[in-house]
């Protein structure tokens, strides 16, 4: 199997510290590099580096509307804390730190180079960079690595995060409980994982994986020593490797970070240590957090999901707000699961009146209208490779739904009058609450009647949508959601959301539960397939057999309006986070 080609990964670019000084272009361009700054306006943070600086100090303010799913970067799978935690956690591969096409290219970061593969793809080596150290003093070795992989494994203590390990892994990594249970039997007892050495780290899979290097991006591999590990409380403070350090964390309310001491640059040159102290202030109100935005009470809404509608209307009116905005396509769509095992839903046709059933013109308002993204009618977004345009339920060309077609599927589900549904949301993100409210009221024009239940975003995916068991009790029949790719490619794009072999017990992102054999085997042959053209053809089948099976009912192919504050330097939208880069953000003095 070869590595992924180009048209599946990005250009070259240059990392943060040589971003700030010299990458930039227009705001229209490629995504390509130059020394020459554009002038600030409308988008040009999305191919641009605006502000561009070394100068270090001052304080960072971020808001968020809920929690995170964790600090603990073996526990987290939302695409803004992916991006945060970058500043604390270092894993052995990261994405460029640069704006445009360049930033979606993966390179090394704990670790000296790429994966060395050998084996048909079957075996990954990775080297460890010299003398880096966590935050106490202590050096990091290999075996800090393996054991960060280890702890992932089990689910009753880290819910969240990507199940790609368990998946991919030979030798026990099927029965392998994690190192919380019984910990002097399986306390480094993955047997697919070998350190060799203190610096060298050797992955055993169960089958031929180019991909290897994106799945080591996440911050599962950033090192944990063992006995620092306090399991779900190592959220509070997980031990350092990056830029800064945790001084304080209130749980629901607060935590702030200051520069890690014992930090050097050459560990990670895609991430910066610029501010003096950076403060994250959780579960504030939306609306609150949007005027705090455009006051310069703060500098950042970590969500990075755009402003709502009060503050969207403010800044298109003023030329000057305007001008210190961004509204990139983000790679994300916004959409809802509709789960194959919850009554009458199990039924494939009643899945497809929701499908036709749905408004998608009151969707897009809901998340934003055209500033927010264009409505979506497939299960691949446009920027993923292996999109194809196509319509199967209407969605564009019947923006306002098909009644007839959706009433024409209820009488072949045997639900002519229709059914009750449950719909889950993120009750602390109102967008999410109104396209709920916009599909509850689309539904009831053909008698599907819909009940709402909202629950936080922090725990959404580890205790409520993402725990099969409680969607079944619950009957929690469609589910709000979103998604970014896992990495730039249909494997990781959709592996997680579709494949039978991805679901878990908790922290599942396969909501729907969609276990199609077929969908199955296309998948084991993206895994094999050795051509472009053949990943095309495969990732097209994939997406054209998901919408078939209707366990997805898309809503748009999200962008994203961000504003930037004029104090900020070194903003650009980085791609593959798809909101700014807070890596590489300081401030002016």
Not at 364 to 375: M, R
Not at 408 to 415: E, G, I, K, P, V
Not at 536 to 556: E, G, R, T
């Amino acid at each position: 199997m070869s590595r992924p080609r180009t048209r599946w990964l990005a250009a070259l670019g240059v990392s943060a510290a040589l971003a700030v000084a010299a990458c930039s272009s227009s705001s229209s361009g490629s995504g390509t590099n130059s020394t020459t700054s554009s002038p600030v306006a409308f988008n040009t943070g999305v191919n641009t580096v605006v502000n561009p600086s070394t100068q270090k100090g001052g304080t960072i303010i971020y808001d968020n509307t809920s929690t995170p799913d964790s600090t603990d970067g073996g526990n987290t799978y939302y695409a803004y804390n992916l991006n945060f935690s970058r500043l604390y956690a270092t894993p052995l591969t990261t994405y460029k730190s640069c704006p445009g096409s360049c930033g979606n290219r993966i390179v090394p970061a704990l670790a000296t180079t790429l994966g060395v593969a050998s084996g048909g793809y079957t075996t990954w080596t990775y080297h460890l960079k010299s003398g880096v150290k966590f935050e106490d003093g202590t050096p990091v070795t290999s075996q800090d690595v393996k054991y960060a992989v280890e702890r992932s494994f089990d689910r009753t203590v880290l819910p969240n995060g990507p199940s790609y390990f368990s998946s991919l892994l030979a030798g026990n990594a099927a029965t392998y409980p994690g190192p919380f249970k019984d910990r002097s039997k399986n306390l480094m007892g993955l047997t697919a994982v070998d350190t060799p050495d203190s610096s060298t780290i050797v992955f055993h899979l169960n089958q031929p994986f180019a991909d290897f290097d994106y799945v080591v991006a996440f911050p599962q591999t950033a090192p944990v020593p063992p006995d620092k590990d306090t399991g779900t409380n190592y959220q509070l403070h997980p031990l350092s490797t990056g830029p800064y350090e945790f001084q304080s964390y209130q749980p629901s309310k607060q935590y702030t970070l200051v520069p890690n001491p014992q930090w050097n640059p050459s560990w990670n040159p895609e991430i910066q240590q610029l501010a003096s102290k950076i403060i994250v202030n959780l579960e504030v109100n939306a609306n609150d957090i949007d005027n705090r935005l455009l006051a310069g009470e703060i500098q950042v809404d970590q969500g990075g999901s755009g402003v709502q509608a009060a503050a969207r209307a403010r800044i298109l009116s003023s030329p000057s707000m305007m001008a210190q905005a961004d509204d990139p396509v983000t790679g994300f769509m916004w959409f809802y699961y509709i789960n194959t095992k919850v009554a009458p839903l199990n039924n494939l046709h009643c899945r497809m009146a929701v499908e036709y059933a749905a408004n998608k013109t009151n969707l897009q308002t809901a998340y934003g209208g055209p500033y927010g993204g264009s409505i979506a009618s497939t299960a691949i977004p446009p920027t993923v490779g292996g999109y194809s345009k196509f319509d199967l339920y209407n969605a564009q060309s019947m923006p306002g739904g098909d009644i007839a077609a959706a009433r024409q599927q209820l009488q072949l589900c045997h639900q002519p009058n229709g059914f009750n549904v449950n719909i889950a949301y993120r009750s602390d993100r109102p967008r999410e609450v109104s396209s709920s409210q916009a599909l509850q009221a689309s539904l009831a024009a053909v008698g599907i009647h819909a009940t709402l239940y909202g629950y936080p975003a922090g725990n959404y995916f580890g205790d409520f949508a993402g725990v099969p068991n409680f969607v079944h009790t619950h009957q929690l029949g469609l589910m709000a959601g979103g998604w970014g790719p896992d990495w730039p490619d249909a494997y990781g794009w959709g592996w997680a959301l579709f494949d039978g072999a991805s679901i878990v017990p908790a922290g599942n992102a396969n909501l729907a539960e969609e276990n199609n054999p077929v969908v199955n085997t296309l998948f084991k042959q993206l895994e094999e397939a050795t051509s472009d053209s053949a990943k095309i053809s495969i990732s097209q089948q994939i997406d054209l057999q998901v919408m078939k099976d209707a366990v997805l009912l898309p809503a748009v192919y999200s962008k994203a309006l961000l504003y930037r504050g004029p104090n900020l330097t070194n903003v650009f939208v980085q791609p593959y986070y798809g909101m700014y880069d807070y890596g590489a953000i300081g401030m002016k003095s």
